[in-house]
């Protein structure tokens, strides 16, 4: 790969590497649809606790030299996902530059440890980056292969955005609001259904595999399905098979962390969502249709995925009915999952990452 047009980028940027570096100012690298801001609204929030310090959004899909500017004269410089130009801008030693990475713990490959192309382009963008923060010691080893980075710049601190769960919500307001919305009774209890994408496309139609007649057959006196689906994912469903009443598409509900928080049960199947959902210790079923496929054929696992998720495998639509009639949901494999995961999980995350940068 050229990467031409990062190289580009960067060079418009080292017209201002010479800018002064004001210790007051923190910027965010964003993208324009301001995808995973959770972290950064969160450091924010840190910071404004201590004292006058200016935020800059920096947008990586907009160029303008003024926005490169106050890059280039910020302190801290927090990044939330992959920003290639990153390999080719010259930076101060004065600025501070720091990954959140925008999901919480490790579970399927990515990076360096599936697509050995990007590893020099990884390791040049580590060697740029000061700090990645992570939710555990034990998944350090996993982090530093997928960005390239030596294990001394990775810190375990926690995911700011997780502060969340910690924050007082009025969960019968969120849920009542919710329901209203959908226009559904509520009385209702929640199931949220979140599949993940496949690469291979005949798997990403879940209504070939999840026989929806049925389920709220069984289901529809206690519980509402809430489908959330893969931006992916879309491509390959019919709004067609939707009669009204059979499930909600909360595909769009702006706060995915909202949906887990008033869910009663999770189903899943690969989605990295179960590693957040695991800490509020309710049920999680993996719907998983294609497994073998899928263990074939698809970037793979940091563990074993059969015995290591936090909760039953279910192969067929009527395995999952049956589970969730009998509610035979095994719980016990959660807090050992979630003790991989987390080194702390306290609502403190936010606090330890500006804490360090400070001290």
């Known amino acids: 790969m050229s990467y031409f047009k990062h190289k580009v980028y960067g060079i418009l940027f080292n017209l201002f590497k010479h800018t002064k570096i004001d210790e007051k100012s923190v910027s965010f690298i964003i993208d324009s649809r301001e995808s995973f801001k959770g972290n950064l609204d969160y450091i924010k929030k ?16 907009k160029l303008s030299f003024g926005s490169f500017k106050k890059l280039a004269g910020s302190k801290y410089i927090f990044l939330n996902d ?3 130009p990153l390999a080719f801008m010259n930076f101060k030693d004065e600025n501070t530059i720091v990954q959140l990475w925008h999901a919480p713990g490790a ?16 390791k040049k963008i580590s060697e740029n980056t000061d700090y990645l923060i992570v939710t555990s010691d034990k998944i350090k080893g996993y982090y530093s292969e997928a960005f390239q980075m030596p294990e001394s710049k990775i810190k375990a601190l926690g995911l700011p955005r997780m502060d969340y769960y910690f924050e007082n919500h009025d969960l019968d307001k969120i849920k009542e609001g919710f ?18 994408f496949r690469d291979e496309s005949k798997f990403n139609n879940v209504f070939d595999y999840l026989n929806l007649n049925k389920f709220n057959e069984v289901f529809s006196d206690e519980y509402v399905l809430a489908l959330r689906l893969h931006p992916k994912i879309k491509n390959f469903y019919q709004d067609d098979i939707s009669s009204r009443g059979q499930y ?17 049960i999770l189903i899943t199947d690969y989605s990295s969502i179960m590693i957040e959902y695991a800490i509020l210790n309710r049920p999680i079923i993996f719907f998983t249709y294609d497994l073998d496929s899928y263990l074939a054929n698809e970037r793979g696992f940091y563990y074993d995925f059969k015995t290591t998720v936090p909760g039953p495998i279910v192969y067929t639509s009527d395995e999952l009915i049956d589970l969730i009639v009998n509610a035979d949901f095994d719980k016990s494999k959660i807090s050992g999952f979630v003790k ?20």
């Open 46 to 61: 840190e910071f404004e606790k201590r004292g006058d310090y200016k935020f800059h959004f920096f947008y990586k899909d």
């Open 82 to 84: 992959n920003f290639f």
């Open 107 to 122: 579970s399927k490959k990515f990076g360096g440890s599936v697509d050995i192309e990007s590893r020099d382009i990884l």
């Open 179 to 196: 329901l209203k919305r959908y226009n559904i009774s509520q009385d209702k209890k929640i199931i949220l259904y979140a599949p993940t």
């Open 248 to 264: 909600v598409d909360v595909s769009d509900f702006e706060s995915e962390q909202e949906l887990m928080l008033i869910s009663d």
């Open 340 to 359: 991989t995961q987390f080194d702390e999980i306290d609502g403190q995350s936010s606090k330890r990452v500006v804490d360090f940068l400070l001290k």
